[in-house]
């Protein structure tokens, strides 16, 4: 590795004299092994490279080079048999698996990367796409990951005990970080004395990944784990919502390389939508969402699927459907008793003056540069209690995104000791009051917002747009002023800030908006711009896209 920095640094510092009385202004350095990036993007992304046609390659560095890679591979593949082969040998004679059977096929598989994929109950519960007919328990399989039990309360062996006792199927990403699940993956795929599987073993066992290749290990990390899966069972369609990032672009690649078409729902509003006050969105863009190559993406609305394709994308077919929750919420309006819902957990009978608004929150962040940062977060908690507190015929549903572990613990990412516990205690103020239903981080969202007659969300969290695709009146809610100007706040009464615009805005929509009035304004603001239907029947637009792939 010395070496070969030493000779780059040659290079460059005798190119520079070379050129001391030209221009600089056009050099490009490129790596040496350049070419093998170009085709790997060229055939995965669609990245140009005409800017490097005219770059100059030294080619008396090209044999030097060769041979310090080849060095380099050698050392790395000693350090890994002599660090990691008596370790595969002991281990694999205890815990070797036996050849995993015959792969089976599988018409749908159903990403469940997190605990917050997997808490939900009634409408929202993990299964929510399966329509009990085309698309079932019997040809739909669940995949979860290692950390998806990390954060919740319940034990991961038990929730799948039940879960599978009604018949439902699951497959679990084996945990790498764990030498008992590294052999078994080593084993399932058959590459057990591979160089790639010991290189990745050495690296994940004794943490020594280097910064110049953890991309590669990374990648390698991905492809032990879904070939473990994909050893298994033969999936048509999988279906994922909100991954971004290198581990999604590697595992998309991995299921259509084995024949697989893959689906992304973006279920919240649209990212770097958001921070858009021109609705130019190449101005937002981000590489969280670029080479994620998807064969389909699907949006609530013609802003998400814009602000995705000014980014680096294969993909096949871009789908606007509506938000697939507000057909949860209007399935429920028809559904339910809201006089029973009340009187069940506010122990009141229903009047004429009875009124219900729910109380969404968002993910915080211990930054104080965040658009919801911990400050925020106070500040929205002591605005809800205050207008609980100075509207006394009003009823409120409690919702947090996150749970009490989540702020407090300085462990769990973004996580503030100090700050969680100030939110946590105006919580417990809310707690308290007897005209609030605390609902808690895991309750079931369409219901609450079905009973409700206002639904208000912090910025810019999802609520706000599942409720608008039902026609529920509802608004995006924030103390400050951070999301001024920005996209959707142009949208007339849509995103309120402050108290005092927040008291005004809660009495208009409750007290001056009848819904021929308040339909109308979904006609002229939202239809169209943070929702494309309207009529609450996103969830099965997605099922029939995804039942018609078949034909």
Same mark, same amino acid.
């Given at each position: 590795m010395v070496l070969a920095?030493? $000779?780059?640094?040659?290079?460059?510092?005798?190119?520079?004299?070379s050129k001391e009385n030209k221009s600089l202004e056009n050099i490009v350095f490129v790596p040496e092994n350049h070419l093998f990036y170009k085709r790997l993007i060229e055939r995965y992304g669609s990245y140009e490279f005409d800017h490097l046609k005219n770059v100059e390659t030294c080619k008396i560095m090209l044999p030097a080079l060769n041979l310090i890679r080849i060095f380099q591979g050698l050392a790395w593949f000693s350090i890994g048999v002599a660090l990691l082969c008596p370790k595969i040998l002991v281990f694999s004679s205890l815990f070797g698996e036996k050849e995993s059977p015959e792969r089976v096929e599988c018409e749908y598989g159903v990403l469940l990367p997190t605990w917050q994929h997997i808490k939900f109950k009634g409408k929202?519960?993990?299964?929510?796409?399966?329509d009990h007919k085309e698309i079932n328990k019997d040809n739909t399989v669940f995949i979860l990951f290692p950390q998806s039990f990390r954060i919740g309360s319940v034990e991961r062996g038990t929730w799948i005990k039940n879960q599978e006792q009604q018949g439902y199927k699951f497959l679990l990403l084996p945990d790498l970080k764990k030498i008992r699940d590294l052999l078994i993956a080593q084993k399932r795929v058959g590459f057990l004395f591979n160089p790639i599987s010991l290189f990745l073993g050495m690296v994940q066992c004794l943490d020594l990944t280097p910064l110049f290749i953890s991309g590669f290990v990374k990648s390698? %990390?991905?492809y032990l784990?879904?070939?473990?899966?994909?050893?298994? %069972?033969?999936?048509?369609?999988?279906?994922?919502?909100?991954?971004?990032?290198?581990?999604?672009i590697a595992a998309n690649i991995l299921i259509r390389k084995n024949g697989g078409v893959t689906w992304n729902y973006s279920f919240f509003i649209g990212g770097g939508v958001l921070y858009t006050r021109d609705s130019n969105y190449g101005d937002v863009r981000h590489l969280l969402w670029a080479f994620l190559n998807s064969d389909h993406f699907l949006g609530p609305n013609q802003d998400v699927i814009e602000?995705?394709?000014?980014?680096?994308?294969?993909?096949?077919?871009?789908? %606007?459907?509506?938000?697939?929750? #507000?057909e949860m919420i209007r399935?429920?309006?028809?559904?339910?008793?809201?006089?029973?819902?009340?009187?069940?957990?506010?122990?009141?009978?229903? #009047?004429?003056?009875?009124?219900?608004? #729910?109380? $969404?929150?968002?993910t915080f962040i211990a930054d104080d540069n965040a658009f919801t940062s911990y400050d925020d977060a106070i500040a929205y908690y002591r605005d809800i209690l205050k207008l609980l507190n100075e509207t006394r015929e009003l009823l409120m549903v409690v919702k947090p995104s996150k749970n009490e572990e989540l702020l407090v613990t300085s462990e769990v990412a973004w996580g503030s000791p100090e700050k969680g516990r100030i939110i946590t205690g105006l919580w417990d103020k809310l707690k308290a009051n007897p005209r609030v239903y605390w609902a808690g981080d895991a309750a079931d969202n369409p219901v609450i917002m079905a009973m409700s007659d206002l639904v208000i969300t912090h910025c810019m969290s999802s609520p706000t747009g599942e409720a608008l695709g039902a026609r529920k009146k509802a608004i995006w809610y924030e103390s400050g002023d951070k999301h001024r100007g920005?996209?959707?706040?142009? %949208?007339?009464?849509?995103?309120?800030?402050?108290?005092?615009e927040l008291k005004e805005r809660v009495s208009e929509l409750l007290y001056s908006f009848g819904d021929e009035e308040y339909n109308k304004f979904l006609e002229k603001y939202i239809r169209g711009k943070v929702e494309s239907h309207l009529d609450g029947l996103a969830l099965s637009r997605f099922r029939r896209l995804i039942l018609a792939e078949k034909e």
């Amino acid at each position: 590795m010395v070496l070969a920095e030493i $000779f780059k640094c040659i290079y460059i510092h005798s190119y520079f004299k070379s050129k001391e009385n030209k221009s600089l202004e056009n050099i490009v350095f490129v790596p040496e092994n350049h070419l093998f990036y170009k085709r790997l993007i060229e055939r995965y992304g669609s990245y140009e490279f005409d800017h490097l046609k005219n770059v100059e390659t030294c080619k008396i560095m090209l044999p030097a080079l060769n041979l310090i890679r080849i060095f380099q591979g050698l050392a790395w593949f000693s350090i890994g048999v002599a660090l990691l082969c008596p370790k595969i040998l002991v281990f694999s004679s205890l815990f070797g698996e036996k050849e995993s059977p015959e792969r089976v096929e599988c018409e749908y598989g159903v990403l469940l990367p997190t605990w917050q994929h997997i808490k939900f109950k009634g409408k929202k519960a993990f299964d929510f796409l399966l329509d009990h007919k085309e698309i079932n328990k019997d040809n739909t399989v669940f995949i979860l990951f290692p950390q998806s039990f990390r954060i919740g309360s319940v034990e991961r062996g038990t929730w799948i005990k039940n879960q599978e006792q009604q018949g439902y199927k699951f497959l679990l990403l084996p945990d790498l970080k764990k030498i008992r699940d590294l052999l078994i993956a080593q084993k399932r795929v058959g590459f057990l004395f591979n160089p790639i599987s010991l290189f990745l073993g050495m690296v994940q066992c004794l943490d020594l990944t280097p910064l110049f290749i953890s991309g590669f290990v990374k990648s390698c %990390v991905v492809y032990l784990q879904w070939a473990t899966i994909l050893s298994q %069972v033969h999936i048509q369609n999988y279906i994922y919502s909100n991954q971004e990032g290198w581990n999604q672009i590697a595992a998309n690649i991995l299921i259509r390389k084995n024949g697989g078409v893959t689906w992304n729902y973006s279920f919240f509003i649209g990212g770097g939508v958001l921070y858009t006050r021109d609705s130019n969105y190449g101005d937002v863009r981000h590489l969280l969402w670029a080479f994620l190559n998807s064969d389909h993406f699907l949006g609530p609305n013609q802003d998400v699927i814009e602000y995705h394709r000014v980014h680096r994308q294969k993909v096949r077919h871009y789908h %606007v459907i509506g938000n697939i929750y #507000s057909e949860m919420i209007r399935e429920n309006i028809e559904e339910m008793d809201r006089d029973e819902f009340i009187y069940q957990y506010f122990g009141k009978n229903v #009047s004429k003056k009875t009124i219900v608004i #729910s109380s $969404f929150d968002t993910t915080f962040i211990a930054d104080d540069n965040a658009f919801t940062s911990y400050d925020d977060a106070i500040a929205y908690y002591r605005d809800i209690l205050k207008l609980l507190n100075e509207t006394r015929e009003l009823l409120m549903v409690v919702k947090p995104s996150k749970n009490e572990e989540l702020l407090v613990t300085s462990e769990v990412a973004w996580g503030s000791p100090e700050k969680g516990r100030i939110i946590t205690g105006l919580w417990d103020k809310l707690k308290a009051n007897p005209r609030v239903y605390w609902a808690g981080d895991a309750a079931d969202n369409p219901v609450i917002m079905a009973m409700s007659d206002l639904v208000i969300t912090h910025c810019m969290s999802s609520p706000t747009g599942e409720a608008l695709g039902a026609r529920k009146k509802a608004i995006w809610y924030e103390s400050g002023d951070k999301h001024r100007g920005l996209v959707y706040d142009q %949208v007339p009464g849509l995103v309120v800030h402050g108290y005092n615009e927040l008291k005004e805005r809660v009495s208009e929509l409750l007290y001056s908006f009848g819904d021929e009035e308040y339909n109308k304004f979904l006609e002229k603001y939202i239809r169209g711009k943070v929702e494309s239907h309207l009529d609450g029947l996103a969830l099965s637009r997605f099922r029939r896209l995804i039942l018609a792939e078949k034909e």
